[in-house]
């Protein structure tokens, strides 16, 4: 009874926070949406009795990811989600990367039905397998390990890819050891751009 | 109702108006300490030996106007405040910190010193502190100040980067005492080598308790890391345009921050309870362990002048965290090696 209250809370919880994220228009609140939306699905593990996924979901999702977005979105200084399109023309009519997103969405719909569609198939872990942090390190390393390396490769390519985009130019790197350090001057320009971050334009506000 | 559910109830409220004791407790020892160490008196006039100073500052605080800037996003700007102490608080609730009792003979099953036993409860803190960290972010893009900005995203960056370092020692001692549960841990320190050293992990991971107090200062962000309050810089970092309970509900959440950090420390390096009597008395070792950590805390904040950020950035991914990786290695071929 209190575990069926709880899974309803739960997903309840889930399922209209991620649709909030979506149909907000301030992205800081999106972000914050999809951090209660991934705490929902960590209480989620829990009633599963995966306390160590319930935990990782919450270190690794809300709290290591989420905040890299929330970093670029109040960098980026996005209040408001741009509309350079025609807002009285329908989303589908736009030109430009809407209709990727709908043809996306139409995908993920297709694969929702798939697999809702089957049901009853869970069998593919054995019982216990998520339980503890042993069996969870054992099946990865085992059964799992050729996922997990290739997962681990790919993290690591986008990992390469972020320092050769970050990587200045040497020539530039003459900073003289007396010259301010060149966090400060990067603050400084982000202060001196006020705006830059900020719940900026009120009168937009909804 | 159970007299063991009853005492859990009791135990846990006990253990929430203990921790805002501690803040309290820790802002008088704080301005006395710092007193001591630059040859001034400290907190004198309120109660004997100043000792209702912190009494006098809440009623200060709760009395003082609450300001909102006009430009502030007004839900993100109250919710901020409330998300950095409920993750302070939440924080303690897997920190045991005594041995089972039966509170001399009152209750028939054993009662745990502990809130919530969870079976991972190291990684819960490691994930409630990680959610700490939005309470900061919000608070300084909320207030739609550029001081409070900047102390938002230094102190944010300030504290991701440290909470690598902060897991890495957290997993070196995982390692040895072969449980993510902190009571297992703490089962693990008991007894002694040789018959005379403590069987504490400090002394199996000095070089990660080092790490492991260095990243916890960063963590809460307490001098010489207490970038997001350089006043010179940053008026007052995230909470600079906070006053009155929202601004107390911050500064609590430092200082109950602080207390979970040295709980947790002490109970991975210093053997939590363990000592003399630990049956009965465990709890007494625990405190005074605490106590000491907390001494430290303060000792540093006035001791130690405050880094540049660019050199608390550098000396966070160029030497603390290496260090700890290889700590992390060393323990592990270690373990496996001798198969503690």
Redesign the interface.
Known sequence: MTEALAFYGFAAIAVVASLLVIAQRNPIYSVLLLIASFGALSGLYVLLEAPFVAVIQIIVYAGAIMVLFLFVVMLLNAPHEDTEYDERVHPLLRPGPMKFGAGLALLLIAELWWALGRSGDSGSFPAGAVASVGAIGRSLFTDYAFAFEVTSILILVAMVGAVVLARRDPAEQRISPLAVPENLEEEARVASSFGAGGPAPTENRP | MTPLLIAQIVLTLFVFVMLLNSAAIMVYVERKVAALLQQRLGPYLVGPKGLLQPIADVIKLMFKEELRP????PL?FALAPIISATAAFAAFAVVPFGADTTLLGLLREPLRLQVAD???AI??I??IA??G??GI??A???????YS??GG??S??QM?SYELSYGMALAAVLLIGNS?SLTDIVHGQAGTWFGFIPRWFIFLQPVGFVVFLTAGIAETNRAPFDFPEAEQELVAGYHTEYSSMSFAMFFLAEYINMVTVSAVATDLFLGGWQGPFAETIGWVWFLLKVAALLFFYVWMRWTLPRY???QL?AFGWKVLLPVAVVNLLVTAAGVLYFGI
């Open positions: 006009r430009a502030a996003d993100l969870v079976n991972v990684l819960v490691f994930a990680s959610m960290v939005y972010v919000l300084g893009w909320s207030s739609n100040s550029k900005l900047l995203l230094r944010s960056a991701i993510l540049r950020y660019d950035m």
